[in-house]
Every structure is written in structure tokens, then in C-alpha cells.
């Protein structure tokens, strides 16, 4: 192969790279719970595919294919930098509205996780006058002795990424929520340990491969969470419900496990008289309910189908009819809160999960039970 075809070879696998992030994002925009969100990857789509560009730009003038000169290179450089801090910023974005961190989600608290863009900018912009960060020397950019704060500023975001996750990982109770924020921060290893590469190795470039599996690991993790995620409520489904029962079923002797399972009562009048739209709000503010309580306690939450829930905990220090009262008491509070115009109220019952008692379905069928003879007792109780 001559060196010009292995130019272009290498042209051709950059392509491929822009090529893959936008059908990675056709993909992954279809399972995104929420707008925002969808926003957001998109923003993080742009930017990667922006840097590969000004990547390719860069090597194009590298390889003397063609110098763009110093001002051409000047601006490749701030568009270099920029799209790849944009694209970091975008996907910690992500990964915090992924882990319940509420302070992404206004706008003006945003500006504050936007500083680093900014820095990056204002040391390109330095840079052009002085030859402190990088300079233009013959037809190529030479790295100056202050680029290692450039590096340290633009790769800000993947360690912050770490130490949030590490912290929820600490702090969560839930195992699986526990086990996906785990996952976020083994994914923000890779980057931090690119850029550690990259700072003793500046002929390195990583960031293109590491950028571009850092966005399949969101789209694993955004497809994982659509397959296992009740669409309208955003609890666990009824699969993920039977894959974390027979995660746990290997404990049940050293701790108390119960299941719990909820029907909402007359949730078939609200559907009838205030129309579907409400019935669906109805549901969302049972499962608001049950979702504090989760945090709380602890407990596993699932939407099982229709208008039934279930909840699986280990109840060591209260009884499981105390904490049935509590999840009804948490749905009527909420309900009273939202100021709905019906009355809002479930049915529980509950089973004991045992190491060598019943099946995952016989125990749905215990506490299916229990649940209906105590819905009969509280229509027998309004007559």
C-alpha cells in the first residue's frame, strides 16, 4: 500500500467513525424516554461529529495532503477542542439525569458545568497570541508549555463523571439503580484513563475511538433501560420485575424478603369519567409515590401490568402489613397534594419469598390474593 492510499484508508475509517455516531443516534432517539434527553444526545452526536471533521482536518494537514495555513489551522484547532469538550459536557448531561441529579435539568445551573467550554475557548484564544498553550511553527502546530492545563480543563468532565458516580454508588440503596450507576462509572474510567494517555503520549490519539465507544455505551445503556422500563410511568417492567426476583432469590434465607403486590381501586371509573388522559396521570402518581418510597427504603418497584404494581424489599425492622399501610398512606398523600378530583387509593397484599418455597408466579398468585380479598373488605367497608 503506498502512503497516499494509507491516507486515505485512514480518511475512510474517520468517515466511518461520523457514519457510525449518526446511526448510533437514529437508533438511540427512538428509545429516549424524554425530549430533553433526546436533545441532549443529539447535541452530544453534533459535537462528536464535529471534532471527527476537525480531526480530519487536522490529519489531512499533518500528512501534507494539503497546509491549511496558520489561521486555517488556528481555527481547526478551536473547533479540535471545542467539539470535543462539548461532546464530554453533553454525555455528563446525560449520565446525571440518568442518576437523579436534578441540578441538570435548569438551564441557568447549566452554565455553571458549561465553564471548562468556556476556558477552552479563552486558551485557544490566548493561544493565538502568545506561544504558551500552541503555536504555529512551519506548517504544522507545535504544543506549547501551558497545553497540559488545556488538557487538564477539556478532560474535566469524565473524572467529575467518576466521582459523581462513584458517590451514588456509595449513597444508592436500590440494587439496581445501584448496578447501573456502577455501570456509568466503569464507562467513565476509559476517557479518564485516555486522557492520562494522551498527556504523557501527545502523539497518542485516542479520543476519537474512546468519544466514539463512550457514545455505544450510552446507546447499550439507553437500550437496556427501554427494555426494562415501563414506557409510561418509568418504573421497572414485569421482565425486569421476574430478572431482579431471581437475582435476589440466592439471599432469601439471610434476609426478610417480601413481594407486595397493588391494584388501584375503581381505576377502570377514572378512565371512564375523566377520560384515558387522566387515567394515565392517575397511574404516574402511583408510581411518584411508590418512587419515594423506593428511596426511602430501598425497594425494587415495578409497574406489573394495567393498573397493578409490585414492590419486592427486605423488611428487617417492620412488618410487612406497616409497610403495605405505608405505600397506600404515600399514594393517598400523593393524590391529595396533586388535588385530583377523585378519590385515589390501592389495594396491597403481600407473600414471603422463601429460598425453597414458591415460584416467582405462585408467590404473584399469593399475594394477588391477599390483594383481592382486601379490595373486596374495603368496597364491603363504603357500603
Not at 81 to 110: D, E, P, T
Not at 124 to 129: G, V
Not at 175 to 204: G, H, L, Q
Request: hydrophobic fraction near 45%; charge should be neutral.
Amino acid at each position: 500500500m503506498t502512503e497516499i492510499q494509507y491516507y486515505f484508508s485512514d480518511l475512510g475509517l474517520k468517515a466511518f467513525y461520523i457514519a457510525m455516531a449518526l446511526l448510533i443516534f437514529w437508533n438511540i432517539s427512538q428509545k429516549m424516554v424524554t425530549q430533553w434527553e433526546k436533545l441532549i444526545f443529539r447535541k452530544a452526536i453534533v459535537c462528536y461529529t464535529g471534532f471527527i471533521v476537525a480531526d480530519v482536518l487536522w490529519y489531512i494537514n499533518d500528512t501534507n495532503l494539503h497546509h491549511w495555513g496558520p489561521k486555517g489551522m488556528y481555527l481547526i484547532a478551536v473547533l479540535y477542542a471545542m467539539f470535543q469538550v462539548g461532546c464530554n459536557y453533553n454525555i455528563l448531561l446525560l449520565c446525571m439525569a440518568r442518576m437523579k441529579y436534578g441540578f441538570v435539568l435548569k438551564r441557568s445551573r447549566r452554565l455553571v458545568l458549561m465553564s471548562p467550554v468556556l476556558v477552552v475557548f479563552l486558551l485557544h484564544l490566548l493561544s493565538m497570541n502568545s506561544r504558551e498553550i500552541i503555536y504555529y511553527s512551519g506548517n504544522y502546530m507545535e504544543i506549547g508549555d501551558g497545553y497540559v492545563i488545556m488538557q487538564i480543563v477539556s478532560g474535566i468532565y469524565m473524572p467529575l463523571l467518576f466521582i459523581l458516580a462513584a458517590s451514588k454508588v456509595k449513597s444508592e440503596k436500590n440494587p439496581v439503580v445501584r448496578k447501573e450507576d456502577r455501570n456509568i462509572m466503569i464507562f467513565s474510567f476509559f476517557p479518564c484513563m485516555c486522557y492520562v494517555a494522551e498527556y504523557f503520549f501527545t502523539w497518542a490519539t485516542m479520543k476519537p475511538y474512546v468519544l466514539l465507544g463512550c457514545i455505544v455505551w450510552l446507546f447499550l445503556l439507553f437500550q437496556n433501560r427501554g427494555l426494562n422500563t415501563d414506557f409510561l410511568t418509568g418504573l421497572n417492567n414485569r421482565v425486569r420485575l421476574e430478572m431482579y426476583f431471581h437475582e435476589i432469590s440466592g439471599v432469601f434465607e439471610e434476609k426478610c424478603y417480601y413481594i407486595f403486590m397493588m391494584d388501584m381501586n375503581d381505576f377502570k371509573s377514572i378512565n371512564d369519567n375523566y377520560g384515558h388522559v387522566e387515567g394515565d396521570r392517575a397511574l404516574m402518581l402511583v408510581a411518584q409515590a411508590l418512587r419515594e418510597i423506593a428511596g426511602r427504603t430501598g425497594c425494587f418497584v415495578a409497574r406489573y401490568g394495567g393498573d397493578e404494581f409490585a414492590v419486592i424489599c427486605t423488611l428487617e425492622d417492620m412488618d410487612p402489613e406497616r409497610f403495605g399501610q405505608m405505600i397506600m398512606t404515600g399514594v393517598a398523600q400523593e393524590a391529595e397534594k396533586e388535588g385530583v378530583p377523585y378519590p385515589l387509593s390501592i389495594s396491597v397484599g403481600y407473600a414471603r419469598c422463601l429460598k425453597d418455597g414458591h415460584t416467582f408466579r405462585q408467590l404473584i398468585d399469593i399475594a394477588d390474593e391477599m390483594m383481592y380479598q382486601n379490595k373486596k373488605r374495603a368496597k364491603e367497608n363504603k357500603k
